[in-house]
């Protein structure tokens, strides 16, 4: 298996492990979402960005979002898949990458995501124009718009079902915040286990607006329309009312 | 790295993952339980018994309990470690497996576990024999009596702190059933982030006495006895006031 590992793009090998995946055998969202994470991370250690280095500006990386695609055919666990990602362009205030994962041979691909950064000045919790000695070095176009990652779709009225989850100590990670791919535990699983079983996600859309903290309780809720064969859910994590996260997913029934 | 693969003993490497890690930076109980789960799966399997042709015997293996050390020392994630279980004896009901984790030269190792497993019919819910060719297969020594595990103390008296922890759709494992490693994540979240960011646990011993199940509620409770330098937490794990397991934990303090 060649992988490309250079500047703009980085590749690395994983085995799904069974505790990546669901009961259905395919990996759940919050995992895939976190071996996102992992691979962008390896790619900027890859290229000498380790997290001390980053820190020193002052700052950090924030995701602002997602949204992609996902094949009706997952892989399952136990096999090797690709974990890929790319720096795709960037401009004063946002930087976009690109994630994938395929199989081995890179025939199939499982999953295709986009991701938008900010940059967070940590002492005073707002956002900073990304230092360059950050970004240049990955070689991807300076560009002066960004394309806009697909906003999901606000709840409207009532929702059909809302559950509270308490922040564990075992959802904040190595950089010390609650670990953004989480979320996904909390916006699916109140779905309940006879929809997830039956369903496979084919796109979704996150909009992070407020960092969940340790200590707080988010209030989990969503919507479900049906569309032909499609069946669309809109998904909402609230802490005291006010709305952290906001999410769409479209599902494919499995036959 | 030359990796150990025979009927007996099996290791395979592993890369640490962030999200398999706290934010101390170290693996956490359930992962580290989890892995060994991954581990002793895949050795089953290299010795071609699947879970398909477990299930054919009409049963499968059920882990009674752990115990085992860790060292004060505990790999960080992005470190390639190796993963081992060997198959160390066994009579007509029960069988134990030994695990350990150590680094790529393998001059420390980070933890070493010792799992006690029964074989239960899966349609009368009950112990049976274990099939001979699901266990004569790995070369380990047929014995009349096997060394017991370190029984966990129960708690005395009231509890400490108690909080109730709802199963969720992703606590199921491809098994279909609550991911055993999870409960570590029950046990311990009720700690508190003060104390698990200060403490490194050293021994463990937990004793699975009833399953949990999806749609259940537990409630999670704990004791602490402070003894010397040593910190000893005992905890509970219940279901409508039954005891689904009992676990003792030793805590060095983290300088």
Not at 137 to 159: C, D, M, N, T, Y
Not at 193 to 207: E, P, Y
């Given at each position: 298996?060649?992988l490309?590992?250079?500047?703009?793009?980085?590749?690395?090998?994983?085995?799904?492990?069974?505790?990546?995946?669901?009961?259905?055998?395919?990996?759940?969202?919050?995992?895939?979402?976190?071996?996102?994470?992992?691979?962008?991370?390896?790619?900027?250690?890859?290229?000498?960005?380790?997290?001390?280095?980053?820190?020193?500006?002052?700052?950090?990386?924030?995701v602002?979002?997602?949204?992609?695609?996902?094949?009706?055919?997952?892989?399952?666990?136990?096999?090797?898949?690709?974990?890929?990602?790319?720096a795709?362009a960037?401009?004063?205030?946002?930087?976009?990458?690109?994630?994938?994962?395929?199989?081995?041979?890179?025939?199939?691909?499982?999953?295709?995501?986009?991701?938008?950064?900010?940059?967070?000045?940590?002492?005073?919790?707002?956002l900073?124009?990304?230092?360059?000695?950050?970004?240049e070095?990955?070689?991807?176009?300076?560009?002066?718009?960004?394309?806009?990652?697909?906003?999901?779709?606000?709840?409207?009225?009532?929702?059909l079902?809302?559950?509270?989850?308490r922040?564990?100590?075992?959802?904040?990670?190595?950089?010390?915040?609650?670990?953004?791919?989480?979320?996904?535990?909390?916006?699916?699983?109140?779905?309940?286990?006879?929809?997830?079983?039956?369903?496979?996600?084919?796109?979704?859309?996150?909009?992070?607006?407020?960092?969940?903290r340790?200590?707080?309780?988010?209030?989990?809720?969503?919507?479900?329309?049906?569309?032909?064969?499609e069946?669309?859910?809109?998904?909402?994590?609230?802490?005291?009312?006010?709305?952290?996260?906001?999410?769409?997913?479209?599902?494919?029934?499995?036959?």
């Open positions: 298996m060649t490309t590992q250079t500047k703009q793009v980085y590749e690395i090998s994983h085995t799904l492990t069974y505790y990546e995946c669901t009961d259905t055998g395919h990996p759940s969202m919050s995992m895939l979402l976190s071996m996102m994470t992992m691979v962008s991370d390896m790619h900027l250690e890859f290229m000498g960005l380790d997290t001390a280095t980053v820190h020193k500006t002052g700052g950090a990386w924030v602002t979002g997602y949204d992609g695609t996902f094949s009706p055919t997952q892989p399952v666990y136990g096999q090797q898949v690709v974990l890929g990602t790319k795709v960037y401009n004063r205030f946002f930087a976009l990458r690109e994630f994938w994962m395929t199989d081995r041979e890179r025939k199939h691909e499982y999953v295709h995501l986009r991701a938008l950064f900010v940059f967070m000045n940590l002492k005073k919790r707002r900073m124009s990304i230092p360059p000695q950050l970004i070095i990955f070689g991807s176009p300076l560009v002066k718009r960004l394309p806009r990652l697909h906003q999901p779709a606000a709840i409207e009225g009532r929702a079902r809302e559950l509270p989850y922040v564990r100590y075992f959802d904040i990670d190595v950089n010390h915040h609650v670990n953004n791919a989480r979320y996904f535990d909390w916006l699916l699983d109140p779905l309940g286990s006879r929809f997830l079983r039956t369903h496979q996600f084919v796109k979704m859309a996150i909009k992070y607006l407020h960092e969940v340790e200590t707080m309780t988010v209030a989990s809720s969503y919507q479900v329309q049906e569309k032909d064969t069946i669309i859910t809109r998904h909402e994590i609230r802490v005291e009312g006010r709305v952290c996260a906001q999410a769409e997913i479209v599902w494919n029934k499995i036959k």
